[in-house]
């Protein structure tokens, strides 16, 4: 995944300049479809998980990769002299997201023990997580 993330980013990190909508469309959908390959992974026969959850794992890493350049380029448009704050705050809301995200999902495994019936909502939370986080940095990106 490390070395998946290394060519990513040398062959379109630039674009996180000069078209940071599109790159970060392209590594949240990135994200959302490592998601779903890793848990489909129980689905494959048992031979196939190394290669399935690797490939899930590195697009994640790449995806992850993607979300940092961003992450650099919202400080930037956001930085007044303050890029400690600024970063300090993305890092708190990023925690706070994840951890209300890490309470949910335990909540959906406690609430829906079959996995067949909880891969119906992958999804449902991939498309939701996809247009909410989209239309959540669009303002960022613009200013």
Same mark, same amino acid.
């Given at each position: 995944?490390? !070395? ?20 970060? =469309? ?6 959302? /479809? ?20 690797? !490939?899930?794992?590195?697009? *994640? ?6 979300? *940092? @350049? ?9 930085? =007044? ?21 890490? !309470?949910? *999902?335990?909540?959906? !495994?406690? @609430? ?5 019936? =909880? ?16 239309? @959540?940095?669009?303002? /960022?990106?613009?200013?």
């Amino acid at each position: 995944g490390q !070395l998946g993330s290394l060519w990513y980013i040398t062959k379109v990190g630039n674009q996180a300049d000069t078209e940071p909508m599109n790159f970060i =469309r392209s590594s949240n959908c990135l994200q959302q /479809v490592s998601y779903g390959l890793i848990c489909l992974t129980p689905l494959f026969p048992q031979s196939y998980f190394l290669p399935i959850a690797g !490939l899930g794992n590195m697009m *994640g890493t790449i995806a992850f990769t993607g979300f *940092g @350049a961003i992450n650099g380029k919202c400080i930037q448009n956001l930085e =007044r002299g303050n890029i400690g704050e600024i970063f300090a705050k993305i890092s708190a809301v990023n925690t706070l997201g994840s951890s209300i995200g890490m !309470l949910l *999902g335990i909540g959906i !495994l406690s @609430a829906v023990p079959d996995h067949s019936v =909880r891969l119906s909502l992958i999804p449902i939370l991939g498309i939701s997580r996809y247009y909410t986080f989209n239309w @959540a940095i669009k303002g /960022v990106l613009v200013l």
